[in-house]
């Protein structure tokens, strides 16, 4: 056999080989982003919620702004992996790491997802939690990604687990970037205490995300402000953090978000 056709079937077996995750995690599969999203599925997410936030995502996958947006990167491809998170150490894997280079395979992700019913985790809301078990994930996904970067949604705000502004600090220090996607259009006890409750101020969870959730390089809040918002609003944060040098060089973004001293 010729040595051209050797390199040429070596070439397609490593192309191939990087359509699935890694055999060996000492060898990790270079990308543009590292994504892990987080998505709130704790008590005060009521099943319609959680249903929209489940399907937003899928359907963003399969959305040609987010396509484009996988495509324009260096390396054309990027790893995600979908969270669920609640209480305290309360989380559950829906999808696991994958590789998405194109088309075809953001629509086996988009499909994986849709096979999995959303999860109900209860005992309250730990932010830091789900931002300490993103953290893991990506230092075991078996990949390299230029960007590592956590796609985090809360209706509310942290009242479990460890400190939140030690945690953050801690991603931050590491490179990470979290974005958030703060859910404003409802009171933050809607859902988690019975009674009415005034109308909810949409700036409030807002704010504190801006705060105190967000942090790393270009880190940026895109909020859902009504419930028939959740598809567009989670398509554009996609699209946004995953395409950002482009992105960031249109609109000359600067740095924000960054973790205090």
Known sequence: MERRSVGAICAAVVWMSSQFLPARADIPIPVDVELVIAADASISMDSEEKWLQHQGFAEAFRHPDVIRAIEGGAMGRIAVTYLEWGGDRRHRIAV???????????????????????????????????????????????????????NLSSDGVNNKGPDLAHVRAGLVGDGVTINGLPIVYKGLLDGVVDGPEREPDPRTLIDYFERDVIGGPHAFVEPVIALENYASAIRRKLVREIGLPLYANLTGEKRRGTAPD
């Open 96 to 150: 696991p790491w994958m590789l998405i280079d194109g088309e075809a395979s953001a629509a086996r992700f988009a499909r994986k997802l849709e096979q999995v019913r959303p999860a109900r985790i209860k005992r309250g809301t730990s932010i830091s939690s789900a931002l300490l078990r993103s953290h893991e994930l990506l230092a075991q996904s078996g990949f390299f990604g230029t960007r590592r970067i956590v």
